[in-house]
């Protein structure tokens, strides 16, 4: 195999793995990217897996769309393009996603109890698909450098007449088209996020996996937490309104 750093190679492992791959067909599926045409034979000689495997493995890669057998005196594979491969994988998703939500019955409602959301990809997970549901307002406190991965979606909400309201770094120069931003004078890592006056999540967000937050839509939590932002808002405005007397 062409020369590539052990951390890259199991970095692209890793991400190989969530489109469903194998460890192993993944690292497979990476030699026959950085070589040509190749036997069974070549790949476990490149990649120290044995033969057996191998085959296997490459039976699976073509089943999966990610491999191309050339057939001949001898056998050869070659790589589907990783954009090809993706996007394949990403619109059969999409497909299957279809037919599950249409299919598989479920209660609508969301549990009124406290959930514990943990780790920063599940996290984000989260407040994205809490985002998707928005129907009349979102309030919405998080570190900058999260913010940003979300501003295509809250200008879209904006964009929809829903009232979107952002509390952010007084020295942040984020600006998200048709959102209402409040500068706070607070330097926490915590999220604050509020939809529609009925859901909750909040805690710290560091981007690590030890990240862990709380969701929740009990209404008595949810007003007292919608109190609590209010009042923070109230007070930047009297702050504003004191600066500007000044």
Known sequence: MRCMDNI?????????????????????YLCLLQNKDLSGYEVSKLTGISRSNVYSALASLVEEGAAYLLEGETNKYTAVFIEDFCENRIRQLTRLKQELTTQ??????NSEGYITISSHRHIMDKIYNMLQHVEYRVYLSMPEEYLQQFRTQLEQLAAEGKKVVLLVSAISEVQIKGCIVYLSNKKDRQLRLIVDSSYVLTGEMTGDITDSCLYCGQKNFVNVFK???RNEIKLIELTRTNKKLE
């Open 104 to 109: 598989i019955p479920q209660i609508r409602d």
């Open 227 to 229: 109190d609590s932002l």
């Open 8 to 28: 890259v190679l199991g970095v692209l492992t890793e991400k190989l793995v969530q489109f469903g791959l194998t460890r192993q067909e993944a690292t497979i």
